[in-house]
């Protein structure tokens, strides 16, 4: 890879790279655990751990972006990606890492609130 724009992973066919993206999201993220309520930090911990938490499961939710055919989708090259979703590869690497724990999702989550 030489740098040029036709190297670029892109994240949206609106030209937004998965570099942007990513940065984006993780300041979505961030923003998100510094408001969240008290009741949060009972069950899940502390903001710091609910950061790592959602910041490793956003980068792998992401990681599927970079794959070759739904690149080629979003540069227009390809109609589809014969139903593949990009979070689908991202789900095989969650599952073989174990780094991300299920949310909880139960009356009293924070998903919830």
């Given at each position: 890879m030489n740098g040029t724009k036709e190297d670029t992973l892109l994240a949206k066919s609106d030209g937004e790279s998965l570099f942007e993206h990513t940065y984006n999201v993780i300041r979505a993220i961030s923003?998100?655990?510094?408001?969240?309520?008290?009741?949060?930090?009972?069950?899940?911990?502390n903001r710091e751990k609910i950061f790592k938490m959602a910041t490793e499961c956003a980068l792998f939710h992401d990681t599927g972006k970079a794959a070759l055919g739904f690149q080629d989708v979003l540069k227009g090259e390809r109609a589809n990606w014969g139903g593949k979703r990009h979070c689908s590869l991202a789900r095989e690497y969650r599952d073989r890492s174990k780094c991300c724990p299920p949310l909880k999702r139960g009356r009293n989550s924070f998903l919830t609130l």
């Amino acid at each position: 890879m030489n740098g040029t724009k036709e190297d670029t992973l892109l994240a949206k066919s609106d030209g937004e790279s998965l570099f942007e993206h990513t940065y984006n999201v993780i300041r979505a993220i961030s923003e998100l655990v510094t408001s969240l309520p008290e009741k949060a930090l009972l069950e899940y911990g502390n903001r710091e751990k609910i950061f790592k938490m959602a910041t490793e499961c956003a980068l792998f939710h992401d990681t599927g972006k970079a794959a070759l055919g739904f690149q080629d989708v979003l540069k227009g090259e390809r109609a589809n990606w014969g139903g593949k979703r990009h979070c689908s590869l991202a789900r095989e690497y969650r599952d073989r890492s174990k780094c991300c724990p299920p949310l909880k999702r139960g009356r009293n989550s924070f998903l919830t609130l």
